[in-house]
């Protein structure tokens, strides 16, 4: 089994010994139960994981030695989804499996016939639950590089994303062309729209294939919000010899 990976600061994985505290230090000891001897991996988030042995436990922090580490480079090419915000908590689920797979950033999206609005009030909140979400999600899935979860996105910012976008596509259940069929760039930046579980409106439509985007299917079946983004990344990862 792959060694748990815990968060800290670039800063402190530069020496030969790191102290994990604070709230990732009190999981590793108290929850994790690490011990003496055991290995653990440590990043940055931004693509520094360093490989370590602990060295000492308490209920409060790890004591580690590092034994190596790496610098990985951002992959190419860079995979972005918008997602549609999805009712209740299937908004945190699309998040998490995205993560898990490899998705490299997504871009929360008020869609017009999305059930769920993120009121003035609430956005922050909501948006906390995603990226605290993704934060975790990352751990598990043992990622070296956080995905970014972008601020909440109106549909004429979603429309400019596209437009610098080197491949930029939109499910849509009634396009002519599979996804399967799209041969994605080898670098920049690749954007997939996801709609809400009621429909891309025609005016949305309208406003992404003006900006550049193509329409496209992911098969005979219509997918949920919360799970159509995870499997167009899942073809698009595969195709673009990232998996």
């Given at each position: ?12 994985l530069e020496g030969d010994?790191v102290?994990l505290?604070g709230?990732e230090?009190r ?11 055991e ?8 693509g ?23 610098r ?8 972005v989804?918008v997602?549609a915000l999805p ?8 998040v ?7 998705v490299?950033?997504?871009v929360?999206w008020?869609a017009?016939r ?7 009030e609430?956005r922050?909140k909501a948006l ?8 975790e999600a990352?751990k598990q ?6 995905p970014e979860v972008?601020?909440l ?11 610098r976008?080197?491949?930029a596509?939109?499910?849509h259940e009634?396009a ?5 069929a799209?041969r994605?760039p080898s670098?920049?930046?690749?954007v ?10 025609g005016?949305?439509l ?7 985007a193509r329409a496209?299917?992911?098969g ?7 799970t159509a983004g ?8 595969a195709a673009t010899?990232?998996w």
């Amino acid at each position: 089994m792959s060694p748990p990976v815990f968060l800290t600061e670039t800063a402190s994985l530069e020496g030969d010994h790191v102290v994990l505290g604070g709230a990732e230090g009190r999981h590793a000891a108290t929850v994790k139960r690490l011990r003496p001897g055991e290995r653990v991996d440590l990043t940055d988030g931004a693509g520094l994981l360093a490989e370590c042995v602990v060295v000492t436990a308490d209920r409060t922090a790890l004591t580690l030695d590092v034994l190596a580490r790496h610098r990985r480079p951002a992959p190419e090419p860079r995979l972005v989804v918008v997602q549609a915000l999805p009712k209740g908590d299937r908004g945190e689920l699309a998040v998490e499996t995205m993560t898990e797979v490899g998705v490299d950033e997504i871009v929360p999206w008020a869609a017009a016939r999305c059930v769920t609005q993120w009121r003035p009030e609430r956005r922050e909140k909501a948006l906390g639950r995603w990226r605290a979400t993704a934060r975790e999600a990352a751990k598990q899935a043992r990622r070296d590089r956080l995905p970014e979860v972008a601020d909440l996105a109106a549909t004429a910012a979603v429309a400019r994303r596209l437009e610098r976008a080197g491949a930029a596509l939109v499910l849509h259940e009634e396009a002519g062309d599979p996804l399967s069929a799209v041969r994605p760039p080898s670098a920049g930046e690749i954007v997939v729209v996801v709609g809400p579980e009621g429909g891309i409106t025609g005016d949305e439509l309208a406003a992404f294939t003006a900006a550049g985007a193509r329409a496209v299917r992911l098969g005979p079946t219509v997918l949920r919000t919360s799970t159509a983004g995870v499997a167009a990344a899942s073809v698009l990862l595969a195709a673009t010899g990232r998996w």
